[in-house]
Each structure stands twice: as structure tokens, then as C-alpha cells.
């Protein structure tokens, strides 16, 4: 950037405190004027300053910031400087006070002042009243640098922003005490919904004590912890103007700020570093009061219906309720008949037990009979005379069935002989026939089957008769 120092001002000071020199020192020597007195160097500095003071007074200056000094007193002391000189400045602790943005070394800034001497060392510098950054686009540069760091430190990530709570019950609000913000947002707030409650944290909005004080409010609100919303405010005005929400202290503590935060500083057209942090931004600040709270004449029509509702709820419930009250009033009974029914019952168990136990008697004893029973016939000499008898028993129908097998065998094999002799050759030949067998004892079918001389036998009824062939 091209440094620009209002040379001209300083310049005509300079010729006019020459002149002057020369004209007093013209006179003197014209008039032959004795000589003042010999002046110390504490009243030459004094006389040097008046002279200064009364003739160089209200210069607008520009330059570079260098050898910035903030000691306890809240003074600050630095040199500005351009490329071929530069001048000590002091601006006191008051005229500080109305400045909007912190001065840092390297900055170009514009200030007006009056030239004078510090006396006890004869130093010459500029008395600042008044500070301003060097132009807008100074500025502007150290937005876009701020911008850009921390976006890429994740000051501005979306999944860091937390949520705006639905229906806030308290709303903190940091801004100017008497500036029209405030009246914007309480106006709105009275006319929408006014029983919200507002606690407001004033603070300065421009100036070099804007940081701390909106730093503080919010660390405020966090130590009370009773809002459950925040909104950081403040009207229009020229990016100097609005300079202390784009510092980084105010960044950062918006950024760790555990309420949920709402940005709401200038115009609709105006940003800042706030809004990039703030969880959200609001265009202006009526337009964040009307985010934050519901339509008051629309939620009482809605409670209005949510209440008739409920009342035709309840009153069906109840309808519900009394009619099972009936029905329950119907079943109930007095304790007396509970008592009654109780003891009947009793009674019915006592019989049923009486009648348990005698039929069990009778069970047991038919149970002991059978026992015995079983005992006696369980006995040695008893089961030996069962096994005897079993066994003559045994004995005597082995031999029936051994008289009845044979029987049966018996006439068996008697139609088996009738059959066989009925079969027999010799039943044959007692009907008048005979079988002719040669030598070998083999039936002669045939004449051919014997030859002459060979013998033959021929059996009949009652013999065998031998024969001879011819």
C-alpha cells in the first residue's frame, strides 16, 4: 500500500514556526532590542511546546504503526512512520476509550492530533485524539486474512454449531444498553411473545474496550447458566464501526460459548466474524428476536385447540371411568357376604375332608386285606401244596393228551395200512391176477423180453410158480 503522509500540514507548521523564529529575531535585531535573559532547557522545551501546540493543532497524519507500548496506565505510546521519516505519538487513556479496533504494529491507520514536546526530554511527537484504521481496504484485508485462518482452524464447520432450542424460557442479550438494537429486539419480543424473559448484558459495541467487554458478557452468561439462548448484537454502521465483532478474541468466545448463540450485528447486507462463528446468524436484529419466539396470538390459538382437545379427552376418559365404576360397583359386594361365602366354603372343605379321610380308611383296610391275602398265600407249605397240586394237575392232563395222541396216531396209521393195502400187488393178485418176474426178479412186460430157455417165476395169490421158456 502507498503510504501517504499529510506532509503539507506538517510542512506549513514547520515554514510557519520558521518564519515566526526569523520575524522575532528580525525585530530584535531591527529595534535593537536588548537580548531576553539566557533560558534554561526546561523553559525552552515549555516555550517550544506552546508554540507547537498553538500552531500545529488538529493535523489529520497517516502512516505505519511501529514500537506500539501499552504500559499500566492504559496510555499507548508508538511511531508513525512512511517510507522517509517518522514522528513518537501518545494517545492517553480517554481519547483510547472511543477507538473500535485494537492498534497492532504494521497497521496503517489515519489519526489527528496536535503537534507538541514532551518537556523532560525535549522529545517532538504527535498528542493522538483521535484513531482510525487507513482506509477501507485495510480493513477489509484483515477481515478476509481472519476469515481465512480460522475457517481453516473449523471455527466455522457446520457440525460444530449446536441447536436453537424450539421454545427458549430466558434469552441473553449482548449489546449496547442504549442502543437501537436492544429497543428492536424488545420491541419485537413485547409484540410476539412477552412473557419470554431477557436478561440483557451491556456491553460497548465499537471502541477499543468493545473486545473485553463482549468477551466478558459472554463468559457472564455462562457462569450464571441461567439462558438458554444468547444473542450478540448491535446496529448498523461502516465496517470500522463494526470493527469489534470481527475481533478474534470475540470469535473464539463465541466459539466456546456452551449456550447456543444467535449473531445479530448491522444490516441484512453487513457480515461479520461473529456470524460465521455464532451457531446462527440472524440478518438483523428484529429479525433474531422474530427466530427466537413463537407467534404469541398463534400459539394461544394453538393452546386453545391443544385445551379443547384435552377437555374432550378427559371427559371421555371419564365417561370411560364411571362406566367401569358401575360395573365395578355392581360386582362388589359387602365384606360380611365375602366372609359368609368364605365360611360355607370352609365348611364344604371340612366335609370333603371328613369324607377324604373315611373313604381313605376304607382304602387303607381294603388295601391291609389284600395284603394279607397275599401274605398267606405267599406262605412256603401254602405254595408247596399249590405246586403239588399244579403238578398232579399237570400230570393228569399229560396223560390225556398223551391217551388222546396216541388215539389219534392209532387210527392214523390204520387208514395209512388200509390205504397201503389197498395199494399192495397182493391185493391184486387176490383178485385173480399174477406178475411174472425173469431171473433178475424184473417184471416181464413183454415175450420179446425173454428168451428161450430162460427161467421165469409167477406170482400169484397163494405162491410162486417157476417156470422154464421153450
Known amino acids: 500500500m502507498r503510504r501517504r503522509l499529510y506532509s503539507s500540514n506538517l510542512q506549513s507548521a514547520n515554514l510557519i514556526f520558521a518564519q515566526q523564529s526569523q520575524l522575532l529575531y528580525n525585530l530584535q ?13 526546561s523553559q525552552l522545551n515549555r516555550e517550544s511546546r506552546f508554540l507547537l501546540e498553538n500552531n500545529l493543532s488538529s493535523l489529520w497524519v497517516e502512516g505505519e504503526i511501529s514500537n506500539l507500548a501499552r504500559p499500566a496506565s492504559g496510555h499507548i505510546y508508538f511511531t508513525l512512520k512512511d517510507e522517509q521519516a517518522q514522528i513518537r505519538c ?56 481472519l476469515k481465512k485462518r480460522l475457517d481453516a482452524e473449523g471455527l466455522f464447520d457446520e457440525e460444530q454449531k449446536q441447536l436453537l432450542p424450539t421454545l427458549p424460557t430466558r434469552v441473553g442479550v449482548i449489546s449496547s444498553a442504549s442502543g ?7 420491541t419485537v419480543l413485547k409484540r410476539r411473545f412477552p412473557a419470554l424473559l431477557i436478561t440483557i448484558y451491556p456491553t460497548s459495541v465499537q471502541g477499543i474496550a468493545a473486545e473485553g467487554e463482549i468477551i466478558a458478557a459472554i463468559e457472564q452468561a455462562q457462569q450464571y447458566g441461567n439462558c438458554d439462548l444468547l444473542i450478540i448484537s448491535r446496529g448498523g454502521g461502516s465496517l470500522e464501526d463494526l470493527w469489534s465483532f470481527n475481533e478474534e478474541g470475540v470469535a473464539r468466545a463465541i466459539y466456546n460459548c456452551t449456550i447456543p448463540t444467535i449473531s445479530a450485528v448491522g444490516h441484512e447486507t453487513d457480515f461479520t466474524i461473529a456470524d460465521f462463528v455464532a451457531d446462527q446468524r440472524a440478518p438483523t436484529p428484529s429479525a433474531a428476536a422474530e427466530m427466537i419466539s413463537p407467534d404469541g396470538v398463534a400459539l394461544q390459538q394453538q393452546l386453545t385447540q391443544f385445551s379443547r382437545e384435552i377437555t374432550r379427552e378427559i371427559s371421555s376418559l371419564l365417561e370411560r371411568r364411571e362406566s367401569q365404576l358401575k360395573n365395578l360397583k355392581v360386582r362388589l359386594r359387602h365384606p360380611r357376604e365375602r366372609i359368609q361365602q368364605f365360611a360355607q366354603h370352609l365348611d364344604d372343605i371340612e366335609q370333603r375332608l371328613l369324607h377324604s379321610g373315611k373313604y381313605l380308611f376304607i382304602e387303607h383296610n381294603s388295601r391291609v386285606e389284600n ?13 408247596i401244596e399249590l405246586l403239588r397240586q399244579q403238578l398232579q394237575n399237570s400230570g393228569e392232563q399229560l396223560n390225556n393228551s398223551l391217551r388222546h395222541k396216541i388215539g389219534e396216531q ?4 390204520a387208514g395209512l395200512a388200509h390205504a397201503l393195502e389197498n395199494l399192495s400187488p397182493l391185493s391184486t393178485l387176490a ?12 417184471i416181464v412186460a413183454s415175450v420179446n423180453s425173454v428168451e428161450s430157455g430162460a427161467k421165469i417165476s409167477t406170482r400169484v395169490r397163494d405162491g410162486v410158480i417157476e417156470s422154464k421158456v421153450f
Open 180 to 186: 437501537a438494537a436492544i429497543h428492536d429486539i424488545l
Open 410 to 413: 392209532q387210527e392214523h396209521l
Open 431 to 442: 383178485r385173480g391176477y399174477s406178475v411174472t418176474l425173469d431171473q433178475d426178479g424184473v
Open 29 to 41: 535585531m531591527k529595534n535593537n532590542f536588548t537580548p531576553k535573559p539566557v533560558l534554561s532547557v
Open 90 to 145: 501518545a494517545m492517553f487513556r480517554n481519547r483510547l476509550k472511543d477507538v473500535n479496533f485494537r492498534p497492532q504494529n504494521g497497521m496503517e491507520i489515519q489519526l489527528r492530533g496536535s503537534v507538541s514536546i514532551y518537556e523532560a526530554r525535549g522529545d517532538y511527537q504527535l498528542i493522538v485524539d483521535r484513531m482510525k484504521p487507513g482506509g477501507e481496504g485495510v480493513l477489509q484485508r484483515s477481515f478476509e486474512a
Open 371 to 383: 395284603l394279607l391275602l397275599r401274605l398267606h398265600n405267599s406262605r412256603p407249605d401254602h405254595q
